[in-house]
Structure formats: structure tokens, C-alpha cells
T-cell receptor, first 119, second 115 residues
Framework: DAMVIQNPRYQVTQFGKPVTLSCSQTLNHNVMYWYQQKSSQAPKLLFH???????NEADTPDNFQSRRPNTSFCFLDIRSPGLGDAAMYLCATSRALGTSGSSSYNEQFFGPGTRLTVL | GDSVTQMEGPVTLSEEAFLTINCTYTATGYPSLFWYVQYPGEGLQLLLK?????DKGSNKGFEATYRKETTSFHLEKGSVQVSDSAVYFC??????????????FGKGMKLTVNP
């Protein structure tokens, strides 16, 4: 089945120790998103890739970076995790059609998430 | 900016009870509206959607109607089951104004259904 896969499902890291979360997809979607979801809160978009173009949200801290080496994979790097970065990190994909302003919508497909604990 | 306000709960219902989860939105354009569901330990799944005013989305017995005049997209189900226990998120999309879709979520509502 086509799907969005996130590894690992649970990640424990130490305060200040860099960590990388992985997302892969078999849907061949051209857009990939990273969301942060803290306990009992709504998912918050950190950034997304539209093909190879990186789009950072204005309020995403510099501590969070992302890489997309190819269509299938996207990584979230947290350079120096703090206690406040403990959260569920959700990856999502979609197929965007048309140019900016197009009203065509394609569903976002979410992975199961990686729960990050910072000690 | 765009925002979504929804009932936060938590809510506990008995099986076969009627469910309504209120959702209202603020948006500058003409957003698409969604309900996502998150079962314990899992990612978000799209439950239903509506892309324009007066559209009704439906799935698995759930329904929601896009009401432009009241900027609302309330979720309803006539008879809930234990398996409906989950967290429900209302969301809107800016329809690709920035070149790709961006979702803005409400805070979510945890529903527990008891036998």
C-alpha cells in the first residue's frame, strides 16, 4: 500500500544533542510537510518542500532544519534540542497541482508521527 | 491570519448518543474545510472535507456542512460507537495561495465513547 512512513516512532535524545527524524513516502507526492504537535495542542506547520523548494514558516525557530534529498525522503534536523522541543512530529505529503493561487486541492496524507523525548 | 476555533472537550458520551463538535473559522479568502481524526498512537486521517459554501462532507456516518454565512463547519454523527473514540481536529486550507496547500488546525477535541 502507498503510504507515509516515519522512523523512528519514538526517539529519545539528550538536551543539546542533535537529532534527525526521517520521513519517506511511496505516493510520489511533490509536497512534503513537517508539523510539530505538542501535548493536547493542534499540529503546527514548521516548513514544507514544494518539489525542491524549501518554504519555512515565519515563526519556526532556526534550531529546526530540513533536507529533502529526493522525492521520496525528507528529514527533520533539530540542531540543539531543548526541553520545549519534546513533541510529536508529523510528516505529511500531498500532490499540489497548478500554480500559486490555484484552487485545486489535494489531500494531505499523514504519517504515524515520531514522538520525541528530550532528557 | 487564518484561524480555526473548535470545541476542545474532552467529551465523554455513551454509545449511540448524538455527537456535535462545533467549529468556526476566520479566513481572508475562500478556504477548503476539513475534519481530521487521530486515533490513539496514530497519525491524522482525513475524515471528511468540503471545498465550497453549502457543500456537505460525509464519511463513516459523520457529516459537516460548509456554512459561509456563519463561517462554521460543525461535525455531527447521529449515533456514536466505541470505535469513534479519538481526537477530532477541524482545519482549513488556504487553497494553495502560497503555491501549495497549508493546513491550519483547531486545537482538537478528545472524544471518549463508553459502551
Amino acid at each position: 500500500d502507498a503510504m507515509v512512513i516515519q522512523n523512528p516512532r519514538y526517539q529519545v535524545t539528550q538536551f543539546g544533542k542533535p537529532v534527525t527524524l526521517s520521513c519517506s513516502q511511496t505516493l510520489n507526492h511533490n509536497v512534503m510537510y513537517w508539523y510539530q504537535q505538542k501535548s493536547s495542542q493542534a499540529p503546527k506547520l514548521l516548513f514544507h518542500y514544494y518539489d525542491k523548494d524549501f518554504n519555512n514558516e515565519a515563526d519556526t525557530p532556526d534550531n529546526f532544519q530540513s533536507r529533502r534529498p529526493n522525492t521520496s525522503f525528507c528529514f527533520l534536523d533539530i540542531r540543539s534540542p531543548g526541553l520545549g522541543d519534546a513533541a510529536m512530529y508529523l510528516c505529511a505529503t500531498s500532490r499540489a497541482l497548478g500554480t500559486s493561487g490555484s484552487s485545486s486541492y489535494n489531500e494531505q496524507f499523514f504519517g504515524p508521527g515520531t514522538r520525541l523525548t528530550v532528557l | 491570519g487564518d484561524s480555526v476555533t473548535q470545541m476542545e472537550g474532552p467529551v465523554t458520551l455513551s454509545e449511540e448518543a448524538f455527537l456535535t463538535i462545533n467549529c468556526t473559522y476566520t479566513a481572508t479568502g475562500y478556504p477548503s474545510l476539513f475534519w481530521y481524526v487521530q486515533y490513539p498512537g496514530e497519525g491524522l486521517q482525513l475524515l471528511l472535507k468540503a471545498t465550497k459554501a453549502d457543500d456537505k462532507g460525509s464519511n463513516k456516518g459523520f457529516e459537516a456542512t460548509y456554512r459561509k454565512e456563519t463561517t462554521s463547519f460543525h461535525l455531527e454523527k447521529g449515533s456514536v460507537q466505541v470505535s469513534d473514540s479519538a481526537v477530532y481536529f477541524c482545519a482549513l486550507s488556504d487553497n494553495g495561495q502560497g503555491g501549495s496547500e497549508k493546513l491550519v488546525f483547531g486545537k482538537g477535541m478528545k472524544l471518549t465513547v463508553n459502551p
